[in-house]
């Protein structure tokens, strides 16, 4: 991502589109992402409602010559949004637009 971009919320915006196309469109029940512990800190706060945290691995990945904890968490259509009748989204997470 572009500096300029960092912390104007563009990630989690990409993030919902990429989940709803995919979840949207195809038979998937849940998309697992990963991250090192140190960036999981800047969208920590999402945790329940965004996403559910699948998993930690300890000291699991190098970057930068240091070891971090690796985190992966997992997205379902009830995170991003409302969904109908056959399990489709129908609108965004109020969470998602609330910075609008």
């Known amino acids: 991502m572009q500096r300029d971009l960092i912390t104007t919320g563009m990630g989690i915006a990409a993030l919902y589109l990429l989940g709803k196309h995919i979840l949207g469109k195809y038979?998937?029940?849940?998309?697992?992402?990963?991250?090192?512990?140190?960036n999981f800190a800047t969208y920590a706060s999402g945790r329940g409602q965004l996403y559910a945290l699948e998993a930690r691995l300890k000291d699991h990945a190098l970057a930068n010559g240091t070891i971090h904890d690796l985190v992966i968490?997992?997205?379902?259509?009830?995170?991003?949004?409302r969904t109908d009748e056959d399990n489709q989204?129908?609108?965004?997470?109020?969470?998602?637009l609330a910075d609008r």
């Open 27 to 38: 038979d998937f029940t849940k998309l697992y992402a990963e991250s090192i512990a140190p």
């Open 73 to 81: 968490i997992g997205l379902t259509r009830q995170h991003l949004g």
């Open 89 to 96: 989204l129908t609108a965004p997470s109020p969470l998602l």
